[in-house]
């Protein structure tokens, strides 16, 4: 008989149950992704659409210098832009073409006017015949002051010959050779003589005022007759067109060998050395702009400053056109070139900022999306001043706010929208 194993087995305790280490943290982190998990499920239950991070622009709301802007375009323009004009009817003979470059006091045309040299001649006479007159009044002024003067002489030589005829009478008288009647006729002599030597000189005096108004009065009429002559010459040498300043020639409004009426647009010439910026400036930004106002240009990759040096006062398609003058004009410059500026308006310091944009637009400005833990929540704001870069934040957000800047047109207005990493 064989018998059983059962005197062989021991009992053995059960051991203690333990949980090992590495078990008890998988549990912990389990824990807290659950807890994440169920934060997240929780906003996400609430949004309404879900959109992808990389489809969105996120700004931070800083606080800083705003400085208020408005990016417009323009065209360089010249700032002397002279037109010529015919001064008569004329027929125009051009001695340049369109394009060409010429130089202050260079030829551009020649008016031929017959009517006008004829003038010229006929003034010429005129001027001429008044000046013989002048010469001839010149010499009979002086013919008649000498016979006056030689009627006073002689009058004068009268007078003192009969002043010494009375003095020997007077003389002699008490010897009583001579009758008293010849003294007495001395005497009236010497009276009669003074008399005339008298009036004698006062009509030589008389005689020279009146020749010298004759002169004068010549003189005057070869001076109005000279001016006459200037103005006749000034017209003719108008007829010779010439360029006022260096530059180059715009335009040609007229046709070689066409007859032209007084006033009649010839050719515009464009001065080069000094050009300026014509903006155009919508109608929103006007009421702030003001003469001297700051404003920064870039041509072809270069900035410069200049100065807001005239605003139009007409609105065109909701613009208005801007003159903007260089501060130093940048060199390789040209007519109508196109370039793009910023109108430095105001400057605001230590304002809640963040960066510009389409949100602005899109909402009109009233609300943003703030992020909040991945959400994106729609919240009523309220906007100040805009620049190119940045706008600033009035009420509604705090400094460190992200929110998003771009790509809210797909939200649709949600009020909540979860955004995915």
Do not use: C
């Not at 996120?58 to 208020?68: D, M, S, Y």
């Not at 002279?82 to 551009?108: F, I, M, N, R």
């Amino acid at each position: 008989m064989i018998r059983d194993t059962s005197h062989q087995d021991q009992a053995i305790a059960a051991p203690t149950r333990r949980f090992p280490r590495r078990k008890v943290l998988l549990l912990a982190v389990g824990v807290a992704l659950a807890a994440a998990g169920y934060g997240l499920l929780k906003n996400w239950s609430g949004s309404e659409q879900s959109i992808s991070a990389s489809r969105l622009r996120i700004g931070e709301v800083t606080r800083g210098t705003l400085i208020r802007d408005a990016a417009v375009n323009g065209r360089i323009v010249a700032a002397v832009s002279p037109t010529l004009y015919s001064t008569s009817t004329s027929t125009v003979e051009l001695k340049v073409h369109a394009g060409d470059t010429v130089k202050k006091g260079q030829v551009l045309a020649v008016l031929e006017s017959p009517d006008l040299t004829d003038e010229l001649k006929k003034e010429q006479t005129l001027f001429n015949e008044l000046q013989a007159e002048v010469a001839r009044q010149q010499i009979l002024a002086r013919k008649q002051k000498l016979a006056a003067q030689r009627e006073a002489d002689t009058a004068e030589i009268e007078r003192v010959s009969a002043m010494r005829t009375l003095q020997r009478y007077e003389s002699v008288s008490t010897d009583g050779i001579i009758a008293k009647i010849d003294m007495q006729k001395a005497k009236d002599a010497v009276a009669a003589a003074d008399i005339r030597a008298r009036h004698t000189k006062q009509a030589a005096e008389l005689e020279g005022d009146n020749v010298s108004l004759e002169l004068k009065t010549k003189t005057a009429q070869m001076e109005r007759q000279k001016l006459s002559l200037a103005n006749a010459q000034r017209r003719v040498d108008e007829l010779t067109v010439r360029a006022p300043v260096d530059g180059f020639i715009g335009t040609l409004s007229v046709a070689n060998r066409s007859v032209v009426q007084a006033n009649t647009p010839l050719m515009t010439l464009v001065d080069l050395s000094q050009l300026e910026v014509e903006l155009e400036v919508p109608e929103s930004y006007v009421n702030d702009l003001g003469l001297g106002m700051t404003a920064e240009i870039e041509v072809g990759g270069v900035k410069t400053k200049g100065k807001l040096s005239a605003l139009s006062p007409e609105v065109v398609k909701n613009q208005v056109l801007a003159r903007v003058r260089f501060d130093q004009q940048p060199e390789g410059l040209r007519q109508s070139q196109r370039v793009s500026a910023r109108l430095l308006i105001d400057e605001k310091p230590n304002v809640l900022m963040v960066q510009r944009g389409p949100f602005v637009e899109s909402e009109g400005g009233r609300y943003v999306y703030l992020l909040q833990d991945g959400v994106a929540v729609r919240t009523p704001v309220q906007l100040g001043a805009t620049s190119v870069a940045a706008v600033e934040i009035v009420n509604g957000l705090k400094q460190g706010d992200k929110i998003v800047i771009a790509g809210t047109e797909s939200f649709e207005n949600a009020k909540r929208v979860s955004i995915n990493k």
